[in-house]
């Protein structure tokens, strides 16, 4: 690192605060995705007011900076692609207040699901936890604007955050709680989902939901992947909306070992709200899948943790990291993509990790690959990069629920032009030395 830029960060961090070492360095070199970058340094603020002082110097002496929170991005996002310095917020993880009767609580960014969730009442949840184990950040939650199986009924996690306080590359503080009705909620807008790219969010204020009276999740093991997008209009015909309806493709339930041989997929079917109501849409789910006529199926009394779970335990097991590209298609469209994606895996001959959220029309497809083997690195990357186009030429809005991050912004500023020169105008007014997060969304200084 630097001499001058070390000094700098022990100004304003103390020693114990800046993390130099070949180590700590190589683990914030990663996320979960195949996006490998070393940073020079890694500070951990335990105020608000250091972050504003990174974001000011770093401005100031122009190196990068590149927020971070769990690191469980599935793009590349909190990975310092341009070197610099990594600003972990984990440390930022103090519950301010918890108002249960109102169903709110304010949060530092650094505080994860399962810890949010285990300080409310039993009562509450936080039904935006896309990997099922509670181990993101809400701070990386809002950044990504992240969904989960359950979005089909609570939405992103845009609809469960009222406020943010938040500063910008410059400095300039944007205190947007309390304007969840209007005035400024069109800024606290533009910041979620931004990707850490505009500004670092310091606080939030999330809303926290009852839990639901009765769940139940059926479990439906299917010849076909497509059999689900039946299913799914099946029951919609039946006047049953599933909360979630997620399918999990033969690719995961293999590595997982539960891939029997004529089982082609998995979905999980989640039904809720008060048991006369779930008892309801159960009866009806039974009639629809005399129709479709699956394998089996069996019935879980919870929400299931989704079917992104089973790719966490896909990846442990496959031991090899994969190249994700996820978007949302309209339903047609979905469709005729899933097969389209198998034909792309097989071109390239690259397994494939493929989980669809139904309702929502959202596929995660995930390339895995041996990393020490160049060529089929190589493939991977041809296979990802070919989805991605088939996805946007399809309709689908790339980067739905992961983000965009670095792995797809070079097909994000290819296959979405305009966007990408919009977004890079934004970040200008916002970040006119470019130095938050460079390389996310957009891959260079436009
Ligand atoms: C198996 C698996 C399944 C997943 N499934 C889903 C899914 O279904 N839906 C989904 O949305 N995601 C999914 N993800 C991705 C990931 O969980 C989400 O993107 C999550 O939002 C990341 O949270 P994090 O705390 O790990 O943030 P990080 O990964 O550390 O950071 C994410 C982004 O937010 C920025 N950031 C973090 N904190 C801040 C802050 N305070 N201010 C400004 N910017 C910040 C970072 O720079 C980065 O760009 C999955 C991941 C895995 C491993």
């Not at 770093?58 to 070197?83: C, D, K």
């Amino acid at each position: 690192m630097p001499g001058e830029l070390s000094k700098v960060l022990t100004a304003i961090f103390g020693e114990e605060n800046v993390l130099t070492d070949e180590i700590s360095l190589a683990s914030y070199s990663f996320d979960a995705s195949n996006v490998r970058g070393t940073p020079d340094a890694v500070v951990r603020p335990t105020s608000e007011e250091e972050v504003e002082e990174l974001l000011t110097s770093a401005t100031e002496h122009n190196y990068p900076v590149t927020p971070r929170g769990a690191g469980t991005s599935l793009v590349g996002g909190p990975v310092p692609t341009q070197g610099g310095v990594v600003l972990d917020l984990l440390r930022l993880n103090e519950i301010y207040e918890i108002d249960e009767e109102a169903g709110w609580a304010e949060v530092g960014p650094g505080v994860r699901v399962s810890e949010l969730e285990s300080k409310i009442g039993g009562e509450f949840y936080f039904p935006i936890n896309p990997d099922g184990l509670g181990g993101s950040t809400i701070g990386g939650l809002a950044s990504e604007d992240a969904a989960s199986s359950l979005s089909a009924a609570y939405g992103t996690i845009r609809n469960h955050v009222v406020g943010i306080k938040a500063v910008t590359p410059t400095g300039k503080w944007l205190d947007l709680r309390g304007f969840q009705g209007g005035g400024p909620r069109f800024l606290l807008d533009a910041i979620l989902g931004s990707e850490g790219t505009l500004a670092v969010i310091t606080r939030l204020t999330v809303r926290l939901r009852r839990r639901p009276q009765y769940a139940l999740t059926y479990k439906v093991e299917l010849i076909d992947s497509l059999d689900a997008l039946s299913l799914y209009d099946e029951l919609l015909s039946r006047g049953v909306e599933p909360a979630a309806l997620d399918v999990v493709h033969r690719d995961v339930m293999e590595l997982v070992g539960e891939g029997a041989r004529d089982v082609g997929a998995r979905a999980l079917v989640t039904l809720i709200g008060s048991p006369d109501c779930v008892g309801i849409q159960a009866k009806r789910l039974e009639q629809a899948l005399e129709e479709i006529k699956p394998l089996s199926f069996e019935v879980i009394e919870e929400i299931s943790p989704g079917g992104r779970a089973l790719v966490i335990q896909a990846l442990r097991q496959s031991k090899f990291p994969a190249i994700f590209v996820s978007a949302a298609l309209p339903t047609p469209q979905l469709r005729d993509s899933l097969p389209e994606v198998e034909r792309v895996a097989s071109r390239y001959r690259i397994r494939t990790l493929t989980v669809t959220s139904v309702p929502l029309g959202w596929v995660l497809v995930g390339f895995a690959y041996n990393p020490l083997d160049e060529k089929q690195v190589d493939r991977a990357n041809a296979a990802a990069m070919s989805t991605a186009e088939l996805f946007s030429k399809a309709g689908g809005v790339l980067g739905y629920g992961t983000g965009i991050g670095a792995s797809m912004a070079l097909p994000f500023s290819k296959q979405r032009p305009e966007a990408s020169a919009a977004f890079a105008e934004i970040k200008r007014a916002f970040d006119p030395a470019w130095i938050l997060n460079p390389g996310k969304i957009v891959p260079m200084r436009g």
